[in-house]
């Protein structure tokens, strides 16, 4: 696989609307459950079987696996949490502009955009599997940006 292939498999615009469908999510610690819901239901829109890994209250977890025979072990690791919006956004936090190749909203950056890269490179190995070997780990996990109960509950 080529950067070249990949990129005519996913768009811009693709990547930039899944990033805007998780930046519209407010998801301070202790409130990631929704986002994380609607991580797995893509991903489950997608083909694959993602789990759901209880941490603390309604904070989940969002593990998937695209296993393809012996081979190396890729894991792709995001959080969903943001830190608080703090005075001086301009126009909503939860509402992503898109300004030439960049993308404003609370957490698009750390790491939104970062999740659906992952998402979206779980989805692009699943349905492509000619050309690789291996298992490929996808997960998304909660409160990185207070005690990463999520990462110390995945390990």
Do not use: C
Not at 41 to 59: F, V, Y
Not at 132 to 149: C, K, M, N
């Amino acid at each position: 696989m080529t950067h070249d292939w990949l990129a005519d498999v996913v768009s811009d615009d693709e990547a930039a609307a899944l990033t805007s469908e998780l930046v519209a999510f407010r998801s301070y610690p202790g409130e990631e459950g929704p986002v994380q819901r609607h991580v797995a239901a893509w991903l489950a829109s997608a083909g694959l079987e993602p789990e759901l890994q209880a941490t603390a209250g309604d904070r989940p977890n969002v593990i998937a696996r695209v296993e393809n025979g012996d081979g190396p072990v890729l894991l792709l690791n995001g959080h969903t949490d943001t830190v608080l919006a703090v005075a001086g956004w301009d126009g909503d936090p939860w509402t992503t502009r898109r300004e030439g190749d960049r993308l404003y909203g609370l957490g698009a950056v750390d790491m939104k955009s970062g999740v659906a890269a992952a998402m979206l490179a779980t989805r692009v190995l699943a349905q492509h599997r000619e050309g690789w070997r291996g298992t490929v780990i996808f997960t998304s996990v909660v409160d990185e940006e207070a005690y990463s109960l999520g990462a110390h509950a995945l390990i």
